[in-house]
């Protein structure tokens, strides 16, 4: 009789408490597939990124970034993924989004170490750079800050990002040359949107820089693995005619090509160029011998 009791009461208690439902994570819009190389086709990305300027100042380490002689990876449309209802959207055209599933894409990390002051100065940056190949006009990039080399969820926001030098936090920036449009990244701090993180990066054995900004580092090919959720893209006032936002949504915890630079200056690296703290999107322009 005790125990009858004992139960009862129980089930009286857990009657009045809150159900805990699992947290079920939305398919994201685009997933990463490795597949081969088509004939002469990874000769053809390395020579339009080399002569285009397509991934900005990270252009001339093409060969670097797609050193796998026989594969790639690429994003492609989730079939798992379903388009937001309009009135959840709050404006942002999943229709129109500029990211799609034939742009190439890359990850960096720049690792940039000044011991020419006091104290040293250390800048990492690891980021997610792509461009429509169709038109190389048309680039944008995700990157974070920060003295870690992976990273959770961490907020898209360039007014952030900039505020802090280019330091801290995350931003990005997408444009197209051809209509002077931009797109500066950073939307609302919301759970499990908008968001960039790298979960884990693997590269090989480095090799010497002989030219350019980072000259006497060292540069060597890997892999990169994350996620960009929902990240927010708004079109810059009177910059050009655009979409007026969109949002980029990409799992590529399946790893993408990617490459790393460490520059320890004022030895052995001799030129410490920190690009990126310049005001973003216009870092884009950087690389460009067309223009």
């Given at each position: 009789m005790k125990n009858l009791v004992v139960l009862a009461s129980l089930a009286i208690v857990c009657a009045?408490?809150?159900?805990?439902?699992?947290?079920?994570?939305?398919?994201?819009?685009?997933?990463?597939v490795k597949r081969a190389w088509a004939p002469g086709e990874r000769a053809a990305t390395i020579s339009q990124i080399e002569s285009?300027?397509?991934?900005?100042f990270f252009?001339?380490?093409?060969?670097?970034?797609?050193?796998?002689?026989?594969?790639?990876?690429?994003?492609?449309?989730?079939?798992?993924?379903?388009?937001?209802?309009?009135a959840s959207?709050?404006?942002?055209?999943?229709?129109?989004?500029?990211?799609?599933?034939?742009?190439?894409?890359?990850?960096?990390?720049?690792?940039?170490?000044?011991?020419?002051?006091?104290?040293?100065?250390?800048?990492?940056?690891?980021?997610?750079?792509?461009?429509?190949?169709?038109?190389?006009?048309?680039?944008?990039?995700?990157?974070?800050?920060?003295?870690?080399?992976?990273?959770?969820?961490?907020?898209?926001?360039?007014?952030?990002?900039?505020?802090?030098?280019?330091?801290?936090?995350a931003g990005g920036g997408e444009v197209d040359l051809g209509s002077g449009a931009e797109w500066s990244a950073g939307g609302p701090t919301i759970p499990n949107r908008n968001t960039f993180e790298v979960a884990s990066q693997t590269y090989g054995a480095g090799s010497t820089i002989s030219t350019g900004p980072w000259l006497g580092g060292t540069q060597s090919g890997?892999?990169?693995?994350?996620?960009?959720?929902?990240?927010?893209?708004?079109?810059?006032?009177?910059?050009g005619p655009g979409v007026a936002s969109f949002e980029i949504d990409l799992d590529f915890r399946g790893g993408i090509q990617a490459m790393r630079i460490v520059c320890n200056f004022p030895t052995p690296c001799t030129t410490n160029v920190?690009?990126?703290?310049?005001?973003?999107p216009a870092l884009l322009t950087r690389g460009t011998s067309a223009r």
């Open positions: 009045s408490c809150d159900s805990v439902e699992p947290v079920v994570e939305e398919p994201q819009q685009y997933i990463v285009t300027g397509a991934l900005a252009s001339p380490f093409a060969s670097t970034i797609f050193s796998d002689p026989d594969s790639v990876r690429e994003a492609q449309l989730n079939p798992a993924w379903v388009a937001a209802a309009p959207t709050a404006g942002l055209m999943f229709s129109l989004a500029r990211f799609a599933d034939n742009w190439t894409m890359a990850g960096i990390r720049l690792e940039s170490y000044n011991d020419s002051q006091v104290p040293p100065d250390t800048l990492i940056w690891t980021g997610l750079f792509f461009f429509n190949p169709s038109n190389t006009d048309q680039r944008g990039f995700i990157i974070r800050g920060g003295a870690g080399t992976t990273f959770g969820p961490t907020n898209v926001s360039n007014a952030s990002f900039e505020a802090s030098g280019n330091r801290t936090g890997g892999t990169m693995a994350g996620r960009a959720k929902r990240v927010v893209f708004n079109l810059v006032p009177l910059s920190p690009l990126l703290r310049e005001p973003l």
